[in-house]
């Protein structure tokens, strides 16, 4: 649907206390009176209106899919991307009940979507920039990649479940094709969409869009991403889409689910991971952040080993992989030799999610913590050089400690880059 249906009206504070008002199972949650309820906009995402509602009892968020992006008003955009957003946490909250949200309401006509408030919480990307990012939030983050695509993937269902999952996500068509266009196209060639304010990139984006090696890499990550439905992808998750406190964790933002290869997630998440560590100065800093992705991805695949290993065997020998005895070396190797794959497409889509938040659509505000023009120009620099070479030499690095050597290349190789 591209345009709203007659039933449908956008709603402002107000309009969000009537609408809560009648329904009672989640007035009951506000509690009080509704009068008395306190309601604010915040809306800081690019496509959609969010409210938090506060009673004497509890918090909920509503959030609404507008007819076009909210930033930018000339871009029409359809509005079920709410309701792919409540049937993904619909599909994994079982799986990830404390480090997501519930689907508490969905509206059809009025695409309204409303889950429990984080008001509490912090965005992971301001916290990393504040410096009080949990560390324990990268770990949770793995162990929710691991747990969702694991339970949605061909490893713990029936192929009957999950192509009917596929088939619903499918229609999730306007929503992929952004992420196809701008992760995996639109920086790779002139683009109205594509911008960068620092003139010092235009050489480095020249030559990342001339080099043949990573223009095959690049075509290969997107043919696999559209071809390759491993597991049901959170599809945007990066450290805006995370909120955490101290001890708890929670990812939002589900809209772009689909269906794809599992390195994809955990490519963008890692990408955001490095792109707050570029843009760090405070050495006690970069040394979290640093652990945060050995962590992410530690977390990860000790959590998808664990679960492939122990879960309940599923009785459909179709969906039956790497049959050997659980004890058996021969089981235990071949899993391992699968999550390198996942890792090895990891790399490739961290590099490209860097290179698509410094030069394409939607930049990252971690580098503005650095005022200096200059200083922001050489660090990104270093950054798209960093994803360039994991293009182009990412099948080298096995693990993290190779692919913390090609960072610290990067970093050595570039004088200005006082790291």
Same mark, same amino acid.
């Given at each position: 649907?591209?345009?709203?249906?007659?039933?449908?009206?956008?709603?402002?504070?107000?309009?969000?206390?009537?609408?809560?008002?009648?329904?009672?199972?989640?007035?009951?949650?506000?509690?009080?009176?509704?009068?008395?309820?306190?309601?604010?906009?915040?809306?800081?995402?690019?496509?959609?209106?969010?409210?938090?509602?506060?009673?004497?009892?509890?918090?909920?968020?509503?959030?609404?899919?507008?007819?076009?992006?909210?930033?930018?008003?000339?871009?029409?955009?359809?509005?079920?991307?709410?309701?792919?957003?409540?049937?993904?946490?619909?599909?994994?909250?079982?799986?990830?009940?404390?480090?997501?949200?519930?689907?508490?309401?969905?509206?059809?006509?009025?695409?309204?979507?409303?889950?429990?408030?984080?008001?509490?919480?912090?965005?992971?990307?301001?916290?990393?920039?504040?410096?009080?990012?949990?560390?324990?939030?990268?770990?949770?983050?793995?162990?929710?990649?691991?747990?969702?695509?694991?339970?949605? +993937? @061909? %490893? &713990?269902?029936?192929?009957?479940?999950?192509?009917?999952?596929? !088939?619903?996500?499918?229609?999730?068509?306007? /929503?992929?094709?952004?992420?196809?266009?701008?992760?995996?196209?639109?920086?790779?060639?002139?683009?109205?969409?594509?911008?960068?304010?620092?003139?010092?990139?235009?050489?480095?984006?020249?030559?990342?869009?001339?080099?043949?090696?990573?223009?095959?890499?690049?075509?290969?990550?997107?043919?696999?991403?559209?071809?390759?439905?491993?597991?049901?992808?959170?599809?945007?998750?990066?450290?805006?889409?995370?909120?955490?406190?101290?001890?708890?964790?929670?990812?939002?933002?589900?809209?772009?689910?689909?269906?794809?290869?599992?390195?994809?997630?955990?490519?963008?998440?890692?990408?955001?991971?490095?792109? +707050? @560590? %570029? &843009?760090?100065?405070?050495?006690?800093?970069?040394?979290?952040? !640093?652990?945060?992705?050995?962590?992410?991805? /530690?977390?990860?695949?000790?959590?998808?080993?664990?679960?492939?290993?122990?879960?309940?065997?599923?009785?459909?020998?179709?969906?039956?992989?790497?049959?050997?005895?659980?004890?058996?070396?021969?089981?235990?190797?071949?899993?391992?030799?699968?999550?390198?794959?996942?890792?090895?497409?990891?790399?490739?889509?961290?590099?490209?999610?860097?290179?698509?938040?410094?030069?394409?659509?939607?930049?990252?505000?971690?580098?503005?913590?650095?005022?200096?023009?200059?200083?922001?120009?050489?660090?990104?620099?270093?950054?798209?050089?960093?994803?360039?070479?994991?293009?182009?030499?990412?099948?080298?690095?096995?693990? @993290?400690?190779?692919?913390?050597?090609?960072?610290?290349?990067?970093?050595?190789?570039?004088?200005?880059?006082?790291?």
């Amino acid at each position: 649907m591209s345009t709203p249906q007659s039933a449908y009206r956008t709603v402002d504070a107000e309009g969000v206390r009537a609408y809560v008002a009648k329904l009672p199972h989640l007035a009951a949650r506000l509690g009080g009176n509704p009068a008395d309820w306190t309601i604010r906009e915040v809306s800081d995402g690019n496509l959609n209106m969010v409210f938090l509602a506060h009673g004497p009892k509890g918090g909920l968020c509503l959030k609404q899919a507008l007819p076009h992006v909210r930033v930018d008003p000339s871009w029409k955009m359809p509005l079920d991307r709410t309701f792919f957003e409540a049937s993904y946490l619909r599909e994994v909250f079982s799986s990830v009940p404390d480090l997501t949200t519930e689907c508490l309401h969905f509206d059809p006509e009025q695409f309204i979507l409303i889950v429990e408030s984080l008001a509490d919480h912090t965005v992971l990307r301001t916290a990393l920039m504040g410096g009080t990012a949990p560390e324990q939030s990268a770990v949770h983050v793995g162990l929710f990649v691991a747990r969702s695509t694991f339970h949605t +993937s @061909l %490893f &713990s269902e029936s192929f009957e479940k999950t192509m009917d999952r596929r !088939i619903l996500f499918a229609r999730n068509q306007t /929503l992929t094709r952004i992420t196809v266009d701008l992760v995996l196209t639109d920086p790779y060639f002139s683009h109205p969409r594509n911008h960068w304010a620092e003139t010092e990139l235009t050489a480095t984006v020249a030559d990342i869009r001339a080099n043949p090696t990573v223009k095959t890499r690049v075509d290969d990550l997107r043919l696999k991403f559209l071809s390759n439905p491993q597991a049901l992808l959170h599809g945007d998750l990066h450290t805006g889409s995370v909120m955490a406190t101290q001890s708890d964790t929670r990812v939002i933002d589900g809209e772009f689910a689909t269906y794809g290869p599992i390195g994809f997630d955990i490519g963008l998440f890692m990408a955001n991971l490095f792109l +707050s @560590l %570029f &843009s760090q100065e405070n050495i006690e800093k970069k040394s979290l952040q !640093i652990k945060m992705i050995q962590k992410f991805w /530690l977390s990860f695949e000790s959590e998808f080993l664990k679960l492939w290993m122990t879960a309940p065997r599923n009785p459909d020998p179709s969906t039956h992989y790497y049959e050997e005895d659980s004890s058996s070396k021969n089981s235990y190797e071949n899993k391992k030799n699968f999550i390198q794959t996942i890792f090895q497409d990891a790399l490739g889509y961290c590099a490209t999610e860097i290179i698509r938040r410094i030069i394409g659509y939607a930049h990252v505000a971690d580098f503005s913590a650095l005022k200096d023009h200059h200083k922001i120009a050489v660090r990104k620099k270093t950054a798209l050089l960093f994803a360039k070479n994991l293009l182009t030499n990412g099948n080298s690095a096995e693990t @993290l400690e190779k692919v913390f050597e090609i960072f610290s290349q990067n970093i050595a190789s570039n004088p200005e880059c006082k790291f």
